[in-house]
């Protein structure tokens, strides 16, 4: 997911934000990662913990 709640406010994902935050829909915790896309850049995302929170409906939800 893009976007978790950090200290009550939603938070984007990038290099500066925070690695521990919330999930917005479930309030679970969520871990921040990055992936490399091209030669030098990467883009951020958060993430559930695996196992953890599998009825949360963004775990599993479709990226359009």
């Known amino acids: 997911m893009r976007e ?3 200290k009550g406010r ?3 994902a990038g290099p500066d934000s925070p ?3 919330k999930c917005p829909a479930c ?3 969520v871990h921040k ?3 490399k896309v091209g030669r ?3 883009t951020y995302f958060y993430r559930h913990c ?3 929170d599998d009825g949360c409906p963004l775990r599993y ?3 359009d």
Request: hydrophobic content about 40%; aromatic content about 8%; charged content about 40%.
């Open 33 to 35: 990662r990055r992936r």
């Open 19 to 21: 690695e521990v935050a």
């Open 40 to 42: 030098r850049k990467y």
């Open 50 to 52: 695996a196992g953890a």
């Open 4 to 6: 978790a709640k950090w």
């Open 61 to 63: 939800r479709l990226v």
């Open 27 to 29: 309030g679970g915790e």
């Open 10 to 12: 939603l938070v984007e």
